[in-house]
């Protein structure tokens, strides 16, 4: 079953500022699957404002810069594919094969 009860805010992995936690249920079983933390405002607040202040410089790189740090997050998810289509399987119930093309 998968934990994940932090958020990555500002560059690292942050427990909420009030945890509230849900479990999530696969719909093909209805076991539990994975428990997660919900996010409340002061949880948003920090993600926004490490949002705007991660604004400057990336607005200010260059296109080649932003085109190499894209492709790298492409590169990474396309080797994670088969780990995104397991937990979208698990978190709507779908088939693997219609995750998988998701």
Known sequence: ML???TFYINGQWVDPIKPVE???INPS???P???IALGGQADTDAAV???RNAFGD???SDREQRLALLEKLAEIYQARS???AEAISSEMGAPI???KTA
């Open 97 to 99: 094969s219609l995750a």
């Open 33 to 35: 699957c994975a428990t």
């Open 3 to 5: 934990d994940k009860r």
């Open 82 to 84: 088969n780990e995104m």
């Open 22 to 24: 849900l479990e999530v």
């Open 29 to 31: 079983t209805e076991e």
């Open 58 to 60: 990336w607005s200010q």
């Open 49 to 51: 404002a490490a949002a």
